[in-house]
């Protein structure tokens, strides 16, 4: 699903100036540091390469016992 979004016209609707930008994304996302844009850009991409990763991942994560994640819950 999330190669569906569309980002580059999500990133053109943004308005040009960037605190208006950063208060539509988030409360105090109008202090992002290198600009709005490329704040989403490299989450966007993070957000994508983990699910990536996950859906690779087998579902007990390699634990012998069938414990996922490690965390001690079934």
Known sequence: MLDQVDVPSLLA????DELEAGH??????NH???GTREYLLIH????????LDAAK???TL???SG???G???P
């Open 13 to 16: 609707a943004l308005p040009t």
């Open 24 to 29: 539509l994304i988030a409360h105090g996302a």
């Open 32 to 34: 992002i540091i290198g």
């Open 44 to 51: 966007f991409d993070a957000l994508c390469d983990f699910y």
């Open 57 to 59: 991942c087998p579902r």
């Open 62 to 64: 390699g634990c012998q």
């Open 67 to 69: 414990v996922r994640s």
């Open 71 to 73: 965390l001690g819950r």
